[in-house]
């Protein structure tokens, strides 16, 4: 099995450290949301899809975002379904990523999760 490749998420040269530390403490998340969803706790779930859809794009992260309303929605829907796919959305997302400088990088907004 070949693992993911690496996907460059450029972002503005000024954000750069910013947006490392913010990705590091996403790939923590991913436990926590993986955590919530075997254990039911909605509440958990919603807080972190909320938290997620307003940070993302301070960091140049939009896909974060996107994602963090996918997994907010679905939470408030009960939607299990949709709450894994974003939960696997949002992990691969975080653990194929590696921040760039915008000037050495495609742009992150080209990302389809």
């Known amino acids: 099995m070949r693992p993911d490749p690496v996907e460059r998420i450029a972002v503005d040269p000024a954000l750069r450290e910013l947006a490392v530390d913010y990705l590091e403490n996403c790939r923590r998340t991913v436990g ?3 955590s919530a969803l075997s254990g039911g706790d909605v509440a958990t779930l919603v807080s972190v899809g909320h938290k997620l859809r307003g940070s993302g794009g301070a960091y140049g ?3 974060i975002s996107d994602i963090g309303g996918r997994i907010e929605d ?12 974003a939960g ?3 992990a691969g ?5 590696a921040i760039a400088d915008a000037s050495t990088s495609r742009r992150n907004r080209d990302f389809k999760a």
């Open 32 to 34: 926590d949301l993986r």
């Open 61 to 63: 992260l939009a896909p």
């Open 88 to 90: 696997d959305a949002f």
């Open 74 to 85: 679905a939470a408030n829907k009960g939607d299990v379904g949709a709450l894994r796919s």
């Open 93 to 97: 997302y975080v653990s194929r990523g």
